[in-house]
């Protein structure tokens, strides 16, 4: 459960080296876009070597790779692929190419005898991927979808607006179908860096269609993420109310009971359950205490 | 030689430091002020000046730097010495500029002895060759009005940059071209130096708010320019955007919060780099949301705290110098904009210098220690790249004293088991904010207590450091010659470090 992915250029030393320092959940150590073609076997480089030294690094990394259509995609899975990175972000998914990629990916971490497994997150930002994508999410190893907003409007001919009306039918579709799965929907990220606002009100419209987390491009968006996706004091409250009540019927041998005159039934103890459970992943429990 | 308390090997006469408290054992000792019956004679060139006042051999100048690195009059003062063929000049500028032209006169021997609170440029690397025939003396901005009136620093001819000067020789800077606002720095001066001489490109018949009196001032002199106006105010006033900076500066806001200073009527100060200025944004934040009124803010002043003057959210700026046009017309303007000396600002032994009534102070380092003494004098190849300033001043006032800086810099580590230059002793440091930790200075038993269980990521200084010798390992320490070639003094006047020439 990761509320915020943070997409960190691969070629930028001073970033990379700080990558731990702002809190993300993830991040993301980018080959694809933010990397020109004459740098990509320098942020491949940067990249590794930064994995291998350093001693300290953010509690979970992905490599978002070129995609599989890109002449650079084998020898980005050749030098980073090692047992310091927990999954590959794969841009332009489709089916097929995961599949592939799950075997190239097999072949190379038994060659290097890597320890630790290596998830996928398929990234969908074409209409192809979004038509796929119950399927993408059944394959084995594939951990989450990351919805990119711009390449799919781009795709779709479509024009980005603030509201974001134009995507709420991807939105929907990628977290409904990770829920099915149990993996996580991570929402594209919000594009005006300054603009603290407008990313609450696009993290809460992802929040609400089930996205599970958001990437960020700037630190400075992680903490409004993080609070957009974490149990609020007020739904922590409510969940501890839930659980106690659940206990005292318990305690009394009642099967069905209720709360502030409305019936609790198993969806809603579950709910509580949740909350409580990312509230204590996320130190909420902690800090609101 | 022997060492003060802090370890330090002392060879100057002056007093070792003997720890920040220890000035309250001694008496305020003030020399007179000069006459006050000084009738302004008005000439308009400075070799005149120099005619009229006799500068001569083993003479004390001094100087302000309120136009900063626009300032003309330091380096045509510079010129004059070297036509007239003067030498052994003592030279006291507040402050000393990469733009201050004074290298030849290091070269040729005219300067001895030089005395600031701040210098950084090419002069460093003359005087850490030992070019400089007498000692170079770093003070505090509160200590060089201490060490005027006291007549430590005896001035013989202050020459004083005024933007306006009216016919009864009052000076002013809020206004005229090269208007800097406040003349904080130069008042000391203007009180004890034997002879002020105003150096003005604007003269106005009457002035009804001034600065510099004209009862102190015994020349005027009207030249063309006294300065580039570009210079004069500093174009870096900008909150940082680097997430670094950001993540510091947040982290500095939501400790003091969580300690209870941003309170109704509490009073703070910042520097004015962009981690500084991105704090004291914060800290504005959390005032509108909880709708708290300072006391004041003091200090550099920039547009920031203009800003917050102007929404109400402090009631006045005690001000010892503007740093940008939007402070300078705040300053011409704002009643509750005050200008303040560098002695009501820092001067230990005033009654009630501001800095002792400030509940924080949020200033920078070069390099801290694990005592927590701080050196903004030297780089850690031991370069002269700063000075105190108001940093052991407003260190010492504070009640909470708040260091904020990146773990490293440019891969070198903040945090050193000694720092090379002790500018300000680790007993008025109380916390250190960094990006990857907080550190709170274990004589703050009561900080440390109150921010037990608290979120905050606290950790001791020295984990900090080796947390950074982990990431960019231990640099090769840069060795200093033998031969003292400078002292920093503090602000009661005792030597709390020696500057070394290079090896």
């Not at chain 1, 993420?225 to 969940?239: E, M, N």
Request: aromatic letters at 6%.
């Amino acid at each position: 459960m990761n509320r915020s992915y943070l997409f960190v250029p691969g070629n930028n030393p001073s970033m990379i080296q700080n990558a731990d320092v702002f809190g993300a959940d993830a991040v993301i150590f980018d080959l694809e876009d933010s990397v020109h073609v004459n740098e990509k076997d320098n942020a491949r480089s940067l990249v590794r070597d930064y994995l291998a030294t350093h001693p300290v690094l953010p509690k979970k990394i992905v490599i978002r790779m070129n995609a599989m259509n890109t002449p650079f995609y084998e020898a980005d899975l050749n030098h980073l692929l090692s047992d310091r990175i927990d999954a590959i972000l794969l841009p332009k998914a489709r089916r097929d190419d995961i599949v592939l990629l799950t075997n190239i990916m097999k072949q190379i971490c038994s060659k290097k005898r890597l320890i630790k497994p290596i998830n996928i997150i398929a990234l969908v930002d074409l209409a192809s991927s979004l038509l796929e994508v119950e399927s993408i999410v059944a394959i084995d190893g594939v951990e989450g979808v990351l919805f990119g907003a711009e390449d799919f409007a781009s795709d779709m001919e479509i024009k980005r607006s603030e509201t974001g009306e134009e995507i709420f039918y991807p939105r929907a579709r990628i977290a409904c179908a990770c829920k099915a799965y149990g993996i996580e929907a991570i929402d594209t990220p919000y594009t005006d860096v300054l603009n603290d606002e407008g990313l609450i009100q696009d993290a809460q419209k992802a929040q609400g269609l089930g996205m599970t987390g958001k990437a960020a491009i700037h630190p400075r968006q992680i903490e409004a993420i993080h609070t957009v996706f974490s149990p609020s004091k007020d739904q922590i409250l409510w969940a501890r109310k839930v659980l106690q009540a659940l206990k005292e019927a318990k305690d009394k041998g009642l099967g069905v009971f209720s709360l502030d005159g409305k019936m609790i039934d198993k969806p809603i103890i579950e709910r509580a359950k949740t909350i409580i459970h990312k509230a204590h992943i996320y130190g909420s429990v902690t800090h609101d205490e | 030689m022997m060492n003060n308390s802090l370890g330090r090997k002392v060879s100057h006469p002056k007093p070792p430091f003997s720890g920040s408290e220890s000035y309250r054992d001694k008496q305020r000792t003030r020399i007179p002020t000069k006459s006050q019956n000084a009738q302004p004679q008005f000439v308009t060139s400075l070799d005149r000046a120099f005619d009229l006042l006799h500068i001569r051999d083993h003479m004390t100048l001094s100087f302000h730097h309120h136009l900063r690195s626009g300032d003309f009059l330091i380096n045509q003062v510079a010129e004059l010495l070297i036509q007239k063929g003067i030498s052994a000049i003592h030279l006291a500028p507040s402050s000393i500029f990469p733009q201050y032209l004074l290298g030849p006169l290091i070269d040729k021997g005219i300067v001895h002895h030089l005395y600031t609170s701040y210098l950084n440029g090419p002069l460093s690397q003359q005087i850490r060759s030992q070019k400089l025939k007498g000692d170079l003396i770093m003070q505090t901005h509160g200590g060089r009005a201490r060490a005027i009136e006291s007549g430590e620093l005896q001035i013989d001819v202050a020459f004083l940059s005024c933007p306006v000067v009216d016919r009864q020789g009052n000076g002013s800077g809020a206004f005229g071209k090269s208007a800097c606002g406040t003349l904080g720095y130069a008042l000391s001066d203007m009180y004890y130096a034997k002879k002020v001489v105003l150096v003005t490109d604007t003269i106005v018949d009457r002035l009804d708010r001034f600065q510099f009196e004209g009862r102190y001032v015994d020349m005027v002199v009207q030249v063309p320019s006294i300065g580039d106006p570009k210079g004069i105010v500093s174009g870096t006033t900008r909150i940082t955007r680097d997430p670094i900076g950001l993540k510091i500066a947040t982290q500095t806001a939501r400790i003091l919060d969580h300690l209870g200073v941003i309170k109704e009527g509490f009073s703070m100060q910042t520097g004015a780099g962009g981690t500084s200025l991105a704090t004291a944004d914060q800290i504005r934040q959390l005032m509108l949301t909880q709708q708290v009124r300072g006391s004041f803010a003091s200090g550099g002043i920039t547009r920031h705290y203009v800003d917050m003057l102007k929404q109400g959210l402090f009631s006045k700026l005690y001000d010892v110098q503007c740093f940008d046009l939007q402070a300078v017309e705040s300053y011409h303007q704002n009643e509750n904009h005050i200008g303040i000396s560098a002695s009501k600002y820092g001067n230990p032994f005033e009654d009630h210098p501001i800095v002792n009534d400030l509940d924080v102070v949020i200033l920078g380092a070069t390099e801290i220690d694990i005592d927590f003494n701080v050196n903004v004098t030297t780089d850690s190849f031991g370069n002269i790249i700063g000075g105190s300033g108001g940093h052991a001043d407003t260190a010492y006032g504070a009640k909470i004293t708040v260091i904020t800086s990146p773990l490293a810099r440019a891969r070198i580590p903040l945090i050193k088991e000694h720092v090379r230059t002790i500018t300000t002793p680790g007993e008025n440091i109380d916390i250190l904010v960094t990006e990857r930790g907080i550190a709170i200075n274990p004589r703050r038993a009561d900080l440390i207590d109150k921010l037990a269980g608290s979120p905050f990521n606290i950790r001791p200084i020295k984990d900090l450091m080796d947390l950074q010798h982990q990431i960019s390992g231990i640099p090769h320490e840069i060795l200093d010659g033998n031969h003292p070639v400078g002292y920093v003094e503090y602000r009661d006047g005792t030597i709390i470090d020696t500057l070394y020439c290079s090896r």
